[in-house]
Nanobody, 122 residues
Framework: QRQLVESGGGLVQAGGSLRLSCAAS????????MGWYRQAPGKQRELVAT???????NVADSVKGRFTISRDNDKSTVYLQMSSLKPEDTAVYYC????????????????WGQGTQVTVSS
């Protein structure tokens, strides 16, 4: 039973762009916060960005100005537009969701996707 499904990962050259999508299952109700975490090889999992149902966003300093998070509430889908990609952005990106924003930001959101690999080559 997968309730968050990511797509859009892949290989891109440094400086390029990529857009990730994550669709929440129709069986999930009451989700306020959706967003993205990532885990690079040999590094700790880190928050990338979140967005609430009302459009309020939190974006990590490491990607601020380069990544944009957006959401289509009608489709229960969150997007991560990644631009000016750097090799250090290489990671598995995980879609997350939670009814409570605080919990989504805490590193322990209620729902996790399977993850999608993003590889940025130099």
């Amino acid at each position: 039973q997968r309730q968050l499904v990511e797509s859009g990962g892949g290989l891109v050259q440094a400086g390029g762009s990529l857009r990730l999508s994550c669709a929440a299952s129709g069986t999930i109700f009451g989700i306020n916060a959706m967003g993205w975490y990532r885990q690079a090889p040999g590094k700790q999992r880190e928050l990338v960005a979140t967005i609430t149902h009302g459009g309020s966003t939190n974006v990590a300093d490491s990607v601020k100005g380069r990544f944009t998070i957006s959401r289509d509430n009608d489709k229960s889908t969150v997007y991560l537009q990644m631009s000016s990609l750097k090799p250090e952005d290489t990671a598995v990106y995980y879609c997350v969701a939670d009814p409570i924003l605080r919990r989504a930001l805490s590193g322990t959101p209620g729902y996790w996707g399977q993850g999608t690999q993003v590889t940025v080559s130099s």
